[in-house]
């Protein structure tokens, strides 16, 4: 492990501008439990044209995540015009909201009433290099496991230290993600992305019930399969499925798609990704009027 101060490509500057619970601002009081024990939930959001992509999807997302900790959400309405403002003379960039429960005393009961806050942070697009669009990726296998939690599966919470320990494995620029295998020994996805193998016309993509995040584009890509002919399925999968694979691709609301080309040091084989399919997903993943 090279030490948790090298990330290499993905560490980058901080945020252009953001608001605090519609207030301009840049920090935190010290009593806010997303700080004390990662209380809340994150979206990061593709800004194309000054506004938001796949909105619809974040706030189903975001609907899902506040029911299951019990997270009383701020009305949609107000932070889609807060996202909107923040992104005002940004055309595209990359929007983080966090929501946390707020301010509350010490230890882990929640506040009987709490007083959610509500954090967005405008950042540049990251600069990743035009071939990882153009002929895929490299991946490695991080040795980090993903934990079991079955509680919070799926969800985009604030606890993300096993993706912290995972990417800080590597700082080769030439790698631009690395899959996470459960403590189960089944794949979970990438550190920041869902992982799919194309395998005829299934795309085959980890059970998301004991660990990793339901991606907004993995949503989307749901949606869209049967209409570009494809059957979407959730599997059980080990690393060496990506041998027998067609091919294999990562998803997120940033990157849209990326196409995996090798994996550990290895060149899998691959055929290029139907174009079509590669076309609908990044489509979709930077049109703001999709939802």
């Not at 608001?19 to 194309?48: M, Q």
């Not at 079955?150 to 604030?158: C, E, F, Q, S, V």
């Not at 690393?239 to 609301?253: Q, Y």
């Not at 090798?262 to 060149?267: L, V």
Request: aromatic share 4%; proline share 8%.
């Amino acid at each position: 492990m090279t030490g948790l101060g090298s990330g290499g490509p993905a560490v980058g500057p901080g945020p252009l501008r953001s608001l605090i619970d519609g207030v301009p601002a840049d920090r935190i009081p010290v009593g806010d439990r997303g700080i004390h024990y990662g209380d809340g939930l994150f979206e990061t959001i593709n800004l194309r044209g000054g506004r938001p992509c796949l909105w619809g999807l974040h706030v189903t997302r975001l609907h899902e995540g506040a029911a299951r900790l019990d997270l009383p959400l701020p009305e949609i309405e107000v932070l889609h015009r807060e996202c909107l403002a923040l992104a005002d003379g940004a055309p595209d960039g990359v929007l983080k909201l966090i929501l946390t429960r707020g301010d509350g005393g010490r230890g882990y009961r929640p506040p009987a009433v709490p007083q959610p806050r509500r954090i967005l942070a405008l950042y540049a697009r990251p600069d990743h290099p035009r071939a990882w669009l153009d002929t895929g990726v490299a991946v490695l296998l991080c040795r980090t496991p993903a934990g079991q939690s079955p509680a919070l599966a799926g969800l985009k919470h604030l606890n993300r230290l096993e993706q912290v320990l995972a990417r800080a494995e590597w700082d080769d620029p030439q790698i631009a993600e690395g899959l996470m295998v459960g403590s189960d020994g089944h794949l979970v996805g990438g550190t920041m992305s869902n992982l799919f193998l194309l395998r005829g016309r299934r795309l085959v993509t980890p059970r998301l019930d004991r660990a990793g995040v339901a991606g907004t584009v993995r949503a989307a890509l749901k949606r869209l399969a049967p209409g570009l002919g494809y059957e979407m399925v959730e599997a059980r999968l080990r690393p060496e499925d990506l041998s027998g694979a067609d091919g294999a691709f990562l998803t997120n609301a940033v990157i849209g798609l990326w196409a995996i080309r090798r994996c550990a040091g290895r060149d899998l084989g691959y055929e290029p990704l139907p174009a079509a399919l590669v076309a609908a997903v990044r489509g979709v993943a930077n049109d703001p009027d999709w939802s």
